[in-house]
Nanobody
Framework: QVQLVESGGGLVQAGGSLRLSCAAS?????????MGWFRQAPGKEREFVAA???????AYADSVTGRFDISRDNAKRTVYLQMNSLKPEDTAVYYC?????????????????????WGQGTQVTVSS
């Protein structure tokens, strides 16, 4: 089992930046997990934002490529999402997700149903 707690959301103007954090707790080998970020806007389905593998491979949604950066600190059991050049369409609840071993293959990362553990989410609102 793993518990995930997101933080760092808030209200920001378009063009601004935020850094989300997701802390993992529990008796689990965090360094062997894939970690991901998804988001869900009102009235929309949850969508993939970014993921980082246990070996630091990364993937991003096309809509955030070049603006967002995912990273991890295994010693702190934390994954981060640095969000720059934010747009109003980035407004959503952002969720952290964990994928324990045996981990998903890269092609499955974008499917939210394949991830095992979820945080409660943190709201990000970007004003125009």
């Amino acid at each position: 089992q793993v518990q995930l707690v997101e933080s760092g959301g808030g209200l920001v103007q378009a063009g601004g930046s935020l850094r989300l954090s997701c802390a993992a707790s529990g008796d689990n080998p965090f360094s062997r997990y894939n970690m991901g970020w998804f988001r869900q806007a009102p009235g929309k389905e949850r969508e993939f934002v970014a993921a980082i593998s246990w070996s630091n491979g990364r993937a991003y949604a096309d809509s955030v490529t070049g603006r967002f950066d995912i990273s991890r600190d295994n010693a702190k059991r934390t994954v981060y999402l640095q969000m720059n050049s934010l747009k109003p369409e980035d407004t959503a609840v952002y969720y952290c997700a964990a994928d324990p071993p045996p981990v998903l293959i890269r092609s499955a990362w974008r499917d939210s149903h394949r991830w095992d553990y979820w945080g409660q989410g943190t709201q990000v609102t970007v004003s125009s």
